[in-house]
């Protein structure tokens, strides 16, 4: 920004005048750009940056605290089931120290807007907050998420929680969020579908037998769903399974090179196999076709499983999982798709920061917290020591005695990191859009890659890699 | 019907100078039945009449609270606005940008963003991208079959409605306008629902009847038309009451010099209708105008712009710049370009709709 | 004779079946919603849909309420539509009578400016719009909802429009009999206008009661909801509460016909057709 003038040389009657040249006579006394000056008599003297005052206000006033500086109470958002779960952790750490932790549920987009608007403006955001690792660096660029580094190194967490998580939370060496649940990625599928028509799990090794298995099923069931509106989702999880990443360290983009260009072969493949539904996920539609097994396999995140014992409690002992198919024999099969991690908001005060990260520090590098949520309310731990933990090993009714959650433990410490952006948006908008004209037969998977590139380049002002 | 223009227009005349004189006498009638409330009030008020600025004056108090408000609550917002478009966003600010000291009221608006000085280079940008002009394109297209479609049925169905032989008005013109009050989030899962491919009720019902099943949602040409459906359905009611309540303040008498002349239905709707109703017509045609160049929320609930960006609106793309990519600079001057653009098209559209 | 009665017969028909016709057409979608909320969730997802309501709306309702307190939440939309619409119809009626019926300087370019405050899309205001409410601290009021757009320009367009067929001579022969330009105004001018002002109040109502973005980031605590802020509480992103959802959706259009209701007289004639009767 320009220089700040110090208005505090100036005159009261002069900048009534400049009030009227800027058309504002008849509404200000007094207006100016910059810092007000010390002198004038602006009630609080202090400058924009703690202007979310509506609940520093009541942290702030709390002195008798005032022996480990820390708030009494803060705001912790979140959605959905997480927000729920974060209820189990904030009954349990106040009932260890003397604060109160209000956490308050919404639903996942009215977050998000809510929040963007608080984080963009400086005021009203919450001390701690849910953050997709999506979501993760077009956040922190905002500059409105305050660094973690030195409490994460402090509290010599860093090496708890599974490895790929991290990549997401880091911009220019300062990690801004702790590591909640993670998404190891697999496939669900219907054990009475797959035994009727005789597909054998075991024998799938690649997609290529993944589409070959398919096949054996009639033609009103689908092996698959493949939904045009998330294809990016799936180019992303199997880009990612090949560790691929969307942009080069030195910041080009990499979308079209032969890791890229071999998923879109592969969703191609997919779809031509005449294999594969085309129901938009999340909707009645989607779920009653998993009901009725008209689809017999999900490739998904361990998180999915809570969603499918909710939506569909009748189908509880049909399911099984396997790995996700490798893209050629003897390839990686661990991927990602999902997880979320908790951020706090550098507008607050510090004594809301510190409680926050205090908080934050029980629910999430604490086993017992987090395995506590994942019991209740199926978010898989990033927090990579809880997995010798013998419920890992337990024989669940839901997968017909199979212990699918050491097969997800096992897939989330293989999945690679992945280097999301401030741009992953674009990239996300781009293979969306080119990959839906691919599957359409409007060009081929090296046309589909490369557009996708270049569009990206041209709004993001990137060069090619 | 057979008439020639020349005769129609002779016919016209004899109307307007029948409905003239209608009108005047109508205005006598009313002055002389609203005289002695006026007897009443006169002598009260004959000093503070004194007082009462003069005409234009009386005017500018009127429409005063309108800037009052503006200037109060928007004048920010849209300067802020304004000034962002020719910066790039990047990252929150410290400080403050602009404050205003009342005395016992102060404000002060923190500087909340860092920005760096780029000029025109967001209009520029937004001139070469290829998405901005699909976006641009889309709406256009929704604008030019939803519009005249909506408005068409809305007249129509006002006419209906205000025509005398009609029972259970109330009934029909609630259950018309209903619609419009059902909440955004419901009515679209309603509608994707009903438009689902393989399980929607329409394509259910389509196939009943030997029609294969069309892609309501993923193709570009039938994801267009379902949100222009999805429109309609939801704001047809809502211009109907405006219409309907503009055909209502048309005086009977100008109808009943029409009749007593011979005319028809139609001529009565092409000499005496359209004419008086031209004015909210020209009101509907405007604020749907520019409903539809803001249409935002439905494509995002229901087709979240796709398939391939064939109904992201313009709205919808500028909000993903601001709230998804955070380019508060670029987005800025889009909204500058869009207000321009559609505000533009609006007082193009006032001018030839004939106005004074 | 006869020729014509049939003629005219036929017409109603015609006009009938067009009504009705699109009367079935609006209900539909309406129609499954009520169902929808009569159903249990799992049903909810059944294919092909059923046509039936279900006995499930009080047990859906009773969800609902639990999650948030829908009830309140309706109140909170109706207290501010309502104080939103009566302010706003006064202010609009009184800009709208000013642009119709005077002549003063500058009138074309103001006018045309306020037209241009309609265009701007309220979602790409937000940010700076809270932030000028968090430094009034306004934010978590009603006011900072209300106030903003409380001189509505699509009311200021339609009044003017409308204002426009009331005959000049009518308001100056009340100006010669010595009445103020604001008895003019409320004693010519309005009542002239009940229909319009119904229409008007009917778009002032649900302009505020679709408002979903700005309230969204103005409302901090629960208690203050709106509909719309309620209803986006429930869709999160494992799970969609459908059923939920279509009972709130339900219960947001009681209000609305009950608007209609009261306004029922107002669409019945305007002035010039009716107190004339001779």
Redesign the interface.
Known sequence: ?TN?PDYARYGRRR?IKG?GIAG?A???????????GDG????DGS???D?GD?MDGEDGGDGSDGGNDMASEIDVWG???AARALTITADEYESENDATIAV???????M???L?????????APAVSMLESVDGP?FI????VAPLTDEIEEAGVQEDFVSGKWEALTVDGDIYALPWDTGPTAVYYRRSVYGEHDIDPDSIETWEDFIEEGQKLPDDQYMLNLP??DLSGVWRYQFRQLSGEPFLESGEVNIHNEKSLRVARNIKEIYDADIA????G????W???Y?DATIASLPSAA?ME??LR??L?DTAGDWGVFKIPALESGGPRASNWGGSNLMIA??VSDEAQARGWDYMEFTLATEEMQLAMYDEYGLFPALETTYDDPVFDEELDFYDGQAARALFAEVAQDAPGYRFT??T??VS?AI??EL??MI?GEQSPEEAVQAAAE?VA??TDRDLA | MATSDETDERVGETYRRRARMRVRRTTRQIRRAARPAWDRVRFARQDLTAAVPTLPRVAYLFIAPFFVLFGLFLAFPVAYTLYLSFFEYQGVGEGSLFWIDLGPVYIEIPQIAQLSFVGAGNYLRLLGNDLFWQSMFNTSYILAIQVPLMIGLALALALALNASFMRFKGVFRTAIALPVSANLVAYSTVFLLLFNEQLGFLNYVLSGVGLGPVPWLTSEFWARNTIIAAVTWRWTGYNMIILLAGLQTIPQQLYEAAEIDGANRWEKFRYVTLPQLKPVLLFVVVLSTIGTFKLFAEPYVITGGGPTNATITIVQYIYRQAFVNFNLGYASALTVVFVAVVSVFSILQIKLGGED | MREQQRKDAVWRFLTYAFVITMVVVMMVPLYWMLVAATLPQEQFLQFPPRLIPGTAFLDNFAALQERLDFLRTIRNSVLIAVVYTLLSLVLCSMAGFAFAKYEFKYKEPIFYAILATLVLPIQLLVIPLFLLMAQLEWTNTFRAIILPWAANPIGIFLMRQNMKSIPDALLESARMDGATEFQIFYRIALPTMRSSLAALAIILFLFQWDLFLYPLVILESADMYTIPIGLAQLTGFQRIYYDQIMVAATLAIVPMVVLFLVLQKQFVSGILAGSLKE
């Open positions: 920004m700040k900048l009030a504002l008849g509404l200000a006394g007094c207006v100016g750009t910059g810092d007000p004038g008599d602006g009630g400058d924009g940056s202007g509506g959605w959905d089931v308050e549920e919404f639903g996942r987009s009215a998000k807007d809510r963007q608007t608080n984080l963009l403006s400086g005021s009203g077009s660029d905002t500059g409105s045009e509106g539904a085309n129901i938009e999340w909707t009645s539609a779920f009653s076709a009901g998180w809570g969603t909710d939506e409690p550098d507008q401030a741009d948006p674009e908008q969306e859009t839906q004209r359409n569009t041209e709004n």
